[in-house]
């Protein structure tokens, strides 16, 4: 299986700063398609998880503009350019290159 | 509107069965994968099982191979998670979701909103 690792676990963040997850995989997660198969979710407080990102960097539908995805081949990060408090969760990064989906262990984002 | 509705969840005594199911709305169900996670308490998300748009291709995690089987009625628009030898570490709430696209892996962009799993004595 491959293993995902993120940091940190616990991030807080002032409203209006910046944050950044790094997320990294035990193998590559670059496709012969030449996309990474590397998806990041948030999971708030009393709701089901939400799709952040897809393949790496494509946004998923009616995300803001400020979340961020990059990376490629095991190093991935997920940028917020300015936190509000409403991103406050724990957030995932999954690996979809295989079907057995692994995930990291999730960094909950606080706000200070 | 897309949708995902679980239901089954329940309290359950230790090696115990139950039955979990999500019903579809929305979308073209058939030609979706359809995936089953859960989160245990003070855990993170956990991949369960996948079922491919037919059925015909299926996986499961280590933790519940043996135990669960996972099926689907694309008539009828539901995925079932029959769930067997019940143990304390499987509880958790339980979620399907569907990819972004149909005959995509990835991208789970619709969720249901969960249903409890609660194995104990």
């Known amino acids: 299986d491959i293993v995902m690792t993120q940091s940190p676990l616990s991030l807080p963040v002032s409203p209006g700063e910046p944050a950044s997850i790094s997320c990294r995989s035990s193998q590559s997660l670059l496709h012969s398609n030449g996309y990474n198969y590397l998806d990041w979710y948030v999971q708030k407080a009393g709701q089901s998880p939400q799709l952040l990102i897809y393949?790496?960097?494509n946004r998923a539908s009616g995300v803001p503009d400020r979340f961020s995805g990059s990376g490629s081949g095991s190093d991935f990060t997920l940028k917020i350019s300015r936190v509000e408090a409403e991103d406050v969760g724990v957030y995932y990064c999954?690996?979809?290159?295989?079907?057995?989906?692994?995930f990291g262990q999730g960094t909950k984002l606080e706000i200070k | 509107e897309v949708q995902l509705v679980e239901s089954g969840g329940d309290l359950v005594q230790p090696g115990g069965s139950l039955r979990l199911s999500c019903a579809a709305s929305g979308f073209t169900f058939s030609t979706y994968t359809m995936t089953w996670f859960r989160r245990a308490p003070g855990k993170g998300l956990e991949w369960v099982s996948y079922i491919s748009a037919s059925g015909s291709t299926i996986y499961y995690a280590d933790s519940v191979k043996g135990r669960f089987a996972i099926s689907r009625d694309n008539a009828n628009n539901v995925v079932y998670l029959h769930m067997n030898s019940l143990r304390d570490e499987d509880s958790a709430v339980y979620y399907c979701?569907?990819?972004?696209?149909?005959?995509?892996?990835?991208?789970?962009?619709?969720w249901g909103q969960g249903t409890t799993v609660t194995v104990s004595s």
């Open positions: 979701a569907r990819p972004i696209k149909y005959s995509y892996d990835f991208g789970m962009d619709v």
């Open positions: 393949l790496g960097s």
């Open positions: 999954m690996q979809a290159l295989e079907t057995l989906y692994t």
